[in-house]
């Protein structure tokens, strides 16, 4: 029933953001930025409907999230990390309903163009993201939609548990990492900003691999 209730509240925020969007269409441009690069520099344009469908996306993940459990072949053991998994939820519901209003921030010169506020707010907002989940990965418990699941990992509720500690320690670093992108993404300039993003999150991810798979032969102790 809490569950439900986030979720209906949720969805309320969803639905006020969607004709939030939809009252600003009439003063909208034909065009409008969509995309920006770590420097903060429009580089990417639209029609602007597109930020309409900016922001009806997080309905559709909310809708995403709340079918998940139901589908996940493990989807009783959700019950077990219940407040995680709803942590994780809100968090991205809310910061893709923020995100969403880049455009509109845009083009009513409230965000300037090349100020870098972007890297900022969106390299900051993952990051801190990423470093919320790192700290409670440990806690979650098998299932085929959240966490680090890689094939050893769902075969073997052992190398699951310390797979996801392993796994909660890189998503800190690669959230550091992309924090440190964001907030300095002036200083690094965009390819700067994007080499250190991208190698963070590569060398991250193979290593989970790596390690779930060294775990599995029996050679990690």
């Known amino acids: 029933m809490k569950r439900n209730k986030l979720y209906w509240a949720l969805a309320g925020v969803c639905l006020a953001n969607l004709l939030g969007h939809a009252a600003c269409l009439p003063v909208m441009p034909d065009q409008v930025p969509i995309h920006w690069n770590w420097a903060g520099v429009a580089d990417g344009f639209g029609s602007k409907y597109s930020a309409l469908g900016l922001g009806a996306l997080p309905l559709g993940l909310l809708l995403l999230f709340w079918a998940l459990p139901a589908i996940d072949p493990k989807g009783k053991n959700f019950e077990k990390f219940d407040p995680i998994w709803k942590g994780m939820?809100?968090?991205?519901?809310?910061?893709?309903?923020?995100?969403?209003?880049?455009?509109?921030?845009?083009?009513?010169?409230?965000?300037?163009?090349?100020?870098?506020?972007?890297?900022l707010l969106v390299g900051g907002g993952i990051g801190v993201l990423f470093i919320l989940l790192g700290n409670y990965m440990p806690r979650i418990k098998q299932n085929y939609t959240f966490g680090c699941r890689t094939p050893w990992a769902l075969a073997d509720e052992h190398n699951w548990n310390r797979t996801q500690r392993m796994g909660g320690f890189t998503f800190i670093v690669i959230g550091a990492a992309t924090l440190v992108a964001g907030v300095f993404s002036g200083v690094m300039g965009p390819m700067g900003s994007t080499f250190v993003l991208l190698g963070a999150t590569i060398l991250g991810t193979v290593w989970i691999y790596v390690y779930s798979f060294l775990v599995f032969k029996g050679l990690m102790k």
């Open 89 to 119: 939820v809100l968090a991205t519901v809310l910061f893709t309903c923020a995100v969403g209003w880049l455009s509109e921030l845009s083009v009513f010169g409230v965000l300037k163009d090349g100020s870098g506020a972007v890297g």
